[in-house]
């Protein structure tokens, strides 16, 4: 079994920063993409950036030069760090991964998260 979990939430005042991290466990074969979504009350999920397995990233457009995705497949871990946060950077973030399992090898799925609240207020 294949678990995504997410990490690394909370409360931030604007123009602070704060780092997710997202961390996949259990059977994994191997990982290819991994990224964030975000999702704001009434808004639908949107794409906040992605990194494949070689490194090479995309983010949305109104995002780049604040955040910043990598990830360490040593560790099968993804991290954002968030700088200059503004009120509308609030909302549930989560993570996932297009995984193969060890069990169905040669399936790539995307694995998700529950997601992590990001609240950025005075």
């Known amino acids: 079994q294949v678990r995504v979990v997410e990490s690394g939430g909370g409360l931030v005042q604007p123009g602070g920063s704060l780092r997710l991290s997202c961390a996949a466990s259990?059977?994994?074969?191997?990982?290819?993409?991994m990224g964030w979504y975000r999702q704001s009350p009434g808004k639908e999920r949107e794409l906040v950036a992605q990194?494949?397995?070689?490194?090479?990233?995309n983010y949305a457009d109104s995002l780049k030069g604040r955040f910043t995705v990598s990830r360490d497949n040593a560790k099968n871990t993804l991290y954002l760090q968030m700088n200059s946060l503004k009120p509308e950077d609030t909302a549930v973030y989560y993570c996932?991964?297009?995984?193969?399992?060890?069990?169905?090898?040669?399936?790539?799925?995307?694995?998700w998260g529950q997601g992590t609240q990001v609240t950025v207020s005075s």
């Open positions: 259990g059977s994994i074969f191997s990982i290819y993409t």
């Open positions: 996932y991964g297009q995984i193969r399992s060890i069990s169905t090898p040669l399936v790539r799925r995307d694995y």
């Open positions: 990194i494949n397995s070689c490194g090479s990233t």
